[in-house]
């Protein structure tokens, strides 16, 4: 008898463990995405592009005479470079499979380079300074309206106007949603999405970040740069030899030929130029230009008949596509401060640091000031330091570079920070038509700015007024939040309506 009740004593301590388990993870689970939702949140601010995306032919042409004009005239330094790669993919030979490997033997190399490698050592880097002359290594990307087949800006996309998704392709019907002829195009690959909380990069919005747990949604960001993809005709012999340097059947057999002297002899040689793009990146906030790409496919064909080692291989027949490559880097002078935005104490004090991108950065002199030296001063080596007085001040650092004077800032407040935001409440019930206060404590006490917004997730489930006064609307659960107008610390509450 002692042995059944022990056993029912045991059973019945296992469920209540078991409920206590769930209860606990339940809780714990329910304030982990509460305490999710918090910390600072600063607002995201993208600043405005100089000049807006061109979306016509006409309005690129124009745009891209005014940043090529600029970089002739202002002399950035530059390299250029050559690239080639042989996609394997598209390598076709008669004969069996074995050919093919032999030939990727080739390619890829065994013990050396591979032959890639070869092409691009054998044109090597070409250089010039600030303000040299650029005529040898720039090839100025000089097109009219009539060269264009095709151009973007950023990767082009196709977006569901119905649920939102997007694929790389164009498809009669959207992909998640199946709704025919809900598909239009055009993202750019200039915005991208960032997690407020990790700081987690992505190509595609999303409600909440895997990677840390965080419950908010991604925010809308913009790269600095405008990257555009311009097809060109390839018909056009005199555009594609003055841009692209086209090659003619003997230079490309002498190209790939020379590299294989020992293997194979190349009896018969057909290209044909397939593709031709002009890839462009520019500063979008300054219209600098800051690389430019000429990028080539040629299809070739090819009789060869294998020698030495390979020899019993004979003459066989190969085609495969070339892609050759040739690019210019191209960099800008400036001074680029370590902040942009600070704020110390008063009495406080801290430093900034001038990057400067010149010839030689240690011949120049930076100069430093500020414009209200009774809010903080600072010295010739960017070290500044705050008055008793609150305030706000715009430390300016420049320097002289070829007869140009380039400058960068940093607005710094002086001010007793706030460091954390916390709510009276966490969770809340209201009845429909009930209404609560909610507070927020600001930490720490002697904080100068200590007044908070106050948002709703759904208006419609409960509102919330600038007092922080909760109204339940309708039934549902909903978050309200407060954010702190310094330092943007965000505290949350879950409200459920009955």
């Not at 999405?193 to 809308?220: A, D, H, I, M, R």
Request: with cysteine; charged share 30%; hydrophobic share 30%.
């Amino acid at each position: 008898m002692k042995k059944k009740k022990d056993k029912s004593r045991l059973l019945t301590v296992s469920v209540v463990s078991f409920l206590l388990l769930v209860f606990v993870a339940g809780f714990i689970y329910g304030l982990s995405s509460v305490l999710a939702m918090e910390g600072a949140y600063p607002p995201v601010v993208n600043a405005a592009s100089l000049t807006e995306i061109p979306d016509t032919k006409e309005a690129f042409t124009d745009y891209l005479n005014r940043i090529v004009k600029r970089t002739k005239d202002e002399k950035p330094a530059m390299e250029n470079g050559d690239s080639f790669s042989i996609d394997k993919d598209s390598i076709v030979t008669d004969g069996d499979e074995s050919f093919k490997k032999t030939l990727l033997f080739i390619r890829d190399g065994s013990g050396r380079d591979s032959f890639d490698k070869y092409l691009e050592d054998r044109y090597g880097d070409r250089k010039v300074e600030f303000g040299a002359d650029s005529s040898d290594v720039f090839v100025s990307p000089d097109i009219t309206v009539d060269d264009i087949v095709d151009f973007h800006c950023g990767s082009l996309g196709y977006k569901c106007d119905k649920c939102g998704s997007t694929q790389s392709i164009y498809t009669d019907s959207c992909r998640s949603c199946d709704e025919r002829g809900s598909i239009v195009s055009a993202f750019t690959s200039f915005i991208y999405y960032q997690c407020p909380s990790c700081g987690e990069k992505s190509t595609e919005p999303k409600e909440n970040c895997e990677l840390c747990g965080g419950v908010q949604p991604y925010s809308e960001k913009y790269s600095d740069e405008y990257e555009f993809t311009v097809e060109v005709d390839t018909g056009n012999d005199e555009l594609m030899k003055r841009l692209f340097g086209k090659r003619t059947d003997a230079e490309i057999r002498e190209l790939i030929g020379d590299e294989l002297k020992d293997t194979v002899n190349i009896e018969k040689i057909d290209t044909d130029y397939t593709k031709a793009y002009i890839i462009l990146k520019v500063n979008r906030l300054t219209d600098e230009l800051k690389y430019v790409e000429y990028r080539k496919e040629i299809s070739v064909s090819a009789s060869g008949r294998f020698i030495n080692g390979f020899a019993e291989l004979g003459t066989k027949n190969v085609s495969f596509t070339l892609t050759e490559r040739n690019n210019c880097k191209i960099t800008w002078p400036s001074l680029v401060l370590s902040d942009h935005e600070m704020t110390v104490e008063p009495h406080g004090n801290n430093n900034l640091l001038a990057t400067l991108t010149c010839d030689d950065a240690t011949k120049h002199t930076v100069t430093w000031s500020s414009s209200d030296e009774n809010i903080l001063t600072v010295d010739d080596e960017g070290y500044f330091k705050a008055g008793k007085k609150e305030g706000s001040a715009v430390i300016t650092a420049s320097f002289d570079f070829n007869g140009k004077t380039y400058t960068d800032e940093c607005t710094v407040h002086i001010r007793y920070s706030v460091e954390s935001s916390k709510m009276s409440k966490t969770k809340l019930k209201l009845d429909v038509g009930e209404t609560y206060k909610l507070e927020v404590k600001l930490s720490p006490k002697k904080a100068t700015v200590k007044t908070v917004k106050w948002y709703t997730d759904d208006a419609s489930i409960a509102d919330i007024d600038e007092n922080g006064v909760v109204t339940a609307k309708s039934v549902g659960t909903v978050t309200v939040y407060s954010l702190s107008d310094d330092g943007y610390f965000r505290s949350s509450c879950e409200v459920t309506v009955k």
